[in-house]
């Protein structure tokens, strides 16, 4: 029985980086060789095997891996039986409707009857299906923006992420049909001990995660002033309060959120908090 679990990600393109930056994270190192297909890992039951990114739903469904790191919109476009295990936060975009800059947009309905380039007709004519509007859909696997202004198309169905490229092309978004990123997928059927080696994989991304936008924290401050400073911090159960070997003072330890970091040292340091040190947090093991 196959122990290992092997994972599909993108060769090369925009989700590579973030894959590798995950499976860094994880704590799992590669053996990468000279442009392999599959490179084993040293320290951890998985391998990684590189695909073009259309076709890691397929590989994972038919079982060739076990699972996947893939953007949401090939999964909703290829329909194939792979399981969503988690949301990975990263390549966010959109796929949107988008027209010439210069034409009036009524509302959906001008989509009747009209030419629609994409590569995901799938997601498009469901959609329309759902809206009860007929257009012809017109598939081209590359350069789908130029279309339009090429007399190809009327319209275009496409990832959209800051706008720009529609900008550059002349177009404008007038329908957000779905929201992407790029997500963990695995087989429906992988075993027991795969299921384990891949909810180890999942439980290390989100200590990572969970650490990500937050830092610790150490200050002393005389043991009366303790009451109030505990009451700024809240920390993940409560604040560590240790006595100094200065008696009368206190050094007090917590983890706060980078949102409000600069506000509550602010208040930290009116409080009577004295040599607050700040460092970073790797992971967070609950
Ligand atoms: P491949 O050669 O593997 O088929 P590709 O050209 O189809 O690559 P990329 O352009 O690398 O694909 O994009 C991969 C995925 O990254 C997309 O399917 C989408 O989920 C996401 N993505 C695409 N464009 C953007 C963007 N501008 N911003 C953020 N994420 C994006
Ligand atoms: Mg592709």
Redesign the pocket.
């Known amino acids: 029985m196959q122990e290992k679990l092997r994972i599909a990600i993108?060769?090369?393109?925009?989700?590579?980086e973030g894959s590798l930056k995950l499976i860094e994270e994880a704590g799992i190192k590669l053996v990468i060789g000279r442009r392999n297909l599959v490179s084993p890992a040293m320290n951890f039951p998985v391998e990684v095997l590189y695909?073009?990114?259309?076709?890691i739903p397929q590989t994972v469904a038919c079982g060739a891996a076990d699972a996947g790191i893939?953007?949401?919109?090939?999964v909703l476009e290829r329909r194939e039986n792979v399981t969503i295990v988690k949301r990975l936060g990263f390549?966010?975009?959109r796929l949107s409707l988008a027209i010439p800059k210069q034409v009036d947009y009524p509302g959906i309905s001008w989509f009747t009857g009209k030419k629609i380039a994409t590569?995901y007709p799938q997601i498009l004519a469901s959609w329309l299906k759902e809206k009860g509007i007929t257009s012809e859909i017109h598939v081209i696997n590359?350069s789908v923006e130029i279309s339009p202004g090429i007399g190809l198309s009327d319209a275009i169905f496409d990832?959209?992420?800051?706008g720009s490229?529609l900008v550059s092309n002349r177009l404008k978004e007038v329908e957000v049909v779905v929201a992407?990123?790029?997500v963990l997928v695995a087989h429906p059927a992988i075993s027991e001990i795969q299921r384990a080696v891949l909810e180890e994989f999942i439980f290390r991304l989100e200590s990572v995660q969970r650490a990500e936008g937050k830092k610790y924290i150490l200050l002393n401050a005389p043991n009366e002033k303790i009451p109030d400073i505990t009451a700024i911090l809240p920390g993940m159960k409560s604040p560590t309060v240790m006595p100094l070997a200065e008696s009368g003072w206190s050094s007090v330890h917590s983890v706060i959120s980078e949102d409000d970091f600069w506000e509550v040292i602010g208040r930290l340091k009116k409080a009577g908090a004295e040599g607050i040190l700040v460092v970073p947090i790797e992971k967070m093991i609950f």
């Open positions: 993108q060769a090369k393109g925009r989700l590579n695909l073009r990114d259309d076709d893939v953007g949401e919109n090939e390549s966010k975009c590569s590359g990832i959209v992420s800051s490229t992407s990123e790029a």
